[in-house]
């Protein structure tokens, strides 16, 4: 029923900036709370922001004071600004759009590498 489209990956320098959209095929986001993960090889996935359909938001404590949670209602669209990138943010990243037990959406994935 709704899709999420991942973009904004990419290659970038320690200390570079990143921002990765999450764009939702319907108003999810105004229902839902949007969450991105991170999973690296070899690793467990973890949580690193979410934030909630009231504007609450969460980090990761590694995410802390780097990466900022937002969405924009009108585009329908999850964003994770993440700043001062360090090469322990390589990982792929996946958007999520779940609502209680109702749903439960996931992006394709968007790559994100940091080098030293």
């Known amino acids: 029923q709704v899709q999420l489209v991942e973009s904004g990956g990419g290659l970038v320098q320690t200390g570079g900036s990143l921002r990765l959209s999450c764009a939702a095929s319907g108003s999810i986001f105004s229902i839902a709370s949007g969450t991105w993960y991170r999973q690296a090889p070899g690793k467990q996935r973890e949580l690193v922001a979410r934030i909630t359909s009231g504007g609450s938001t969460t980090y990761a404590d590694s995410a802390k004071d780097r990466f900022i949670i937002s969405t924009d209602m009108l585009k329908n669209t999850l964003y994770l600004q993440m700043n001062n990138l360090e090469p322990d943010d390589t990982a792929v990243y996946y958007c999520?759009?779940?609502?209680?037990?109702?749903?439960?959406?996931w992006g394709q994935g968007a790559q994100v590498t940091v080098s030293s």
């Open positions: 999520n759009a779940q609502r209680g037990m109702t749903f439960n959406y």
